[in-house]
Nanobody, 124 residues
Framework: HVQLEESGGGSVEAGGSLRLSCAAP????????LGWFRQVPGKDREGVAA???????RYADSTKGRFTVSQDNANNTLFLQMNSLKPEDTGMYYC???????????????????WGQGTQVTVS
């Protein structure tokens, strides 16, 4: 079982920045696909950025050029740097991990078995 813990959420004005972190207790980052997802009430959870098992970053069209996903393998931490934030970026942000996530599913909920509890991001 993999436990993930997100942090770094908060409230920010449009155009501002936030950096989210996702910590895991064991060194999974060199072997797992890792993703960031967000969800607002009444809507499906959507992928915003991910790193596949080979370390290649992937982005949703809505976040490309504004969000950057990175990982610190030595400290077992995944980051999501979010710049030029928009009100539509508001939502609960979740970190996800899976060792067997296929490349085509890195931005899809179905690709992951392990999830954090989420951290809220509000952009006004």
């Amino acid at each position: 079982h993999v436990q993930l813990e997100e942090s770094g959420g908060g409230s920010v004005e449009a155009g501002g920045s936030l950096r989210l972190s996702c910590a895991a207790p064991v060194n999974i980052f060199s072997r797992y696909a890792l993703g960031w997802f967000r969800q607002v009430p009444g809507k499906d959870r959507e992928g915003v950025a991910a790193v596949d098992a080979r370390g290649r970053p992937r982005y949703a069209d809505s976040t490309k050029g504004r969000f950057t996903v990175s990982q610190d393998n030595a400290n077992n931490t995944l980051f999501l740097q979010m710049n030029s934030l928009k009100p539509e970026d508001t939502g609960m942000y979740y970190c996800a991990a899976d060792r067997y996530c296929r490349g085509g599913l890195v931005l899809h909920v179905a690709g992951y078995n392990y999830w954090g509890q989420g951290t809220q991001v509000t952009v006004s």
